[in-house]
């Protein structure tokens, strides 16, 4: 079946530095992927998108990156602040125009 | 985006009672969903709220156990029914402006903590 994972569960960075989370998906279907950012207490907030007609995306600090040959979703935070500390999940429209997959999910930790 | 409320924020309940979860947009939206998310984990989706039809559920959720209700473009419900410990999530709702052809972004709601004792 259809998944999407992530490499790493935990990352820690020191402010100032820049991140940069990765997803692996499965399903060679998906042609939509999304970022979620979730705060301790709080729901998921969009953070940015991409469709599969494109291999980049940039927005305010963040960049999302996608290679569809191997199936790899990224996301690039620059210049990391102390709020953005918080779990980032990884999303894709999997089997179903209209529903999403959601991947496990990296907790990053900013280190002052 | 539109603003998604949910109510209640938190309930601590007793097993084998029953739950409804509301979840009010401000602006009218084609699609609704509900997802679980259990302590530590990842987003599961639940349905999708149809206005004026039954609820798509997911593989592994049955109506029985989590009826939804969506009268209108703006509100859903979602009861979580017969509660066993292993119902403690956070449940959250879900919507999307649709307007045709390719994914839309959704946007979620602050969820709801649920705790079965």
């Known amino acids: 079946g259809e998944s999407v994972g992530l490499h790493l569960p935990t990352l820690s960075v020191q402010e100032g530095d820049n991140s940069i989370i990765n997803c692996a998906y499965s399903?060679?279907?998906?042609?939509?992927f999304i970022w979620y950012k979730q705060e301790s207490g709080k729901g998921p907030q969009f953070i940015i998108d991409?469709?599969?007609?494109?291999d980049k995306r940039q927005g305010q600090r963040v960049t999302v990156l996608l290679n569809k040959t191997v199936k790899h979703l990224s996301l690039q935070i620059a210049a990391t602040q102390p709020g953005d500390s918080a779990v980032y999940f990884c999303?894709?429209?999997?089997?179903?125009?209209?529903?999403?997959?959601f991947g496990q999910g990296t907790r990053l930790t900013i280190n002052p | 985006s539109a603003v998604i409320s949910q109510k209640p924020s938190r309930d601590i309940c007793q097993r084998g009672t029953s739950l409804t979860i509301q979840c009010q947009v401000d602006?009218?939206?084609?699609?609704m969903f509900w997802y679980r998310q259990q302590p530590g984990q990842s987003l599961t989706l639940i349905a999708t709220?149809?206005?004026?039809?039954?609820?798509?559920?997911e593989s592994g959720f049955v109506i029985d156990k989590f009826p939804i209700s969506r009268p209108n473009l703006t509100f859903s419900t979602l009861t979580v029914s017969n509660m066993s410990p292993e119902d403690s999530s956070i449940y959250l709702c879900?919507?999307?402006?649709?307007?045709?052809?390719?994914?839309?972004?959704?946007?979620f709601g602050p969820g709801t903590r649920l705790t079965v004792l």
């Open positions: 879900s919507v999307a402006p649709w307007q045709g052809g390719s994914t839309d972004t959704q946007y």
């Open positions: 399903n060679s279907a998906s042609d939509y």
């Open positions: 991409i469709r599969s007609n494109m």
């Open positions: 999303a894709e429209n999997g089997e179903g125009a209209q529903k999403l997959v």
């Open positions: 602006s009218q939206v084609t699609m």
């Open positions: 709220a149809n206005q004026g039809s039954e609820a798509t559920y």
